[in-house]
């Protein structure tokens, strides 16, 4: 059999801490980028076109983009969906039980066929 260098995918294993540090700090870039065009535009649409209240539009959606890079850079991939442990009462009842769990007094076990009696 071949042998592959890559390792096996684990589903209920969590995403290691240096890449979910590159991801998050992907993601703040990108938005941190959308801002420089939007103030750039901006300046397109003020100075160039006169059309000022799309300047302004633009200025405006721009000013909460690094609040929201922020958020979103710190937040932490959601948790699993454990089901909690609960009490669940047995149906059976040790005084309802026709057996022992262990073994009977009168069974033998493992004896050696030397020794049977």
């Known amino acids: 059999m071949r042998r592959h260098d890559d390792p096996v995918l684990i589903t ?7 890449e979910e540090f ?7 870039s990108l938005i941190m980028a959308m801002r420089i065009p939007c103030l750039v535009l901006a ?10 209240w799309v300047a302004v539009a633009l200025i405006v ?6 609040w929201i890079a922020v958020l979103i850079a710190n937040d932490a991939p959601p948790r699993k969906a454990e089901k909690p442990a609960r009490y669940r009462p ?11 769990l262990g073994p ?6 493992d004896m050696p066929d030397d020794r049977a009696a």
């Open 104 to 109: 009977a007094t009168h069974e033998v076990i």
């Open 90 to 100: 047995d149906d059976r009842q040790l005084g309802s039980t026709t057996r022992a």
């Open 43 to 52: 300046g397109v649409f003020g100075i160039g076109l006169g059309w000022t």
């Open 22 to 28: 590159a991801a998050r700090r992907r993601r703040y």
């Open 12 to 18: 209920g294993a969590k995403v290691s801490f240096e």
């Open 61 to 66: 959606a721009s000013v909460p983009l690094p």
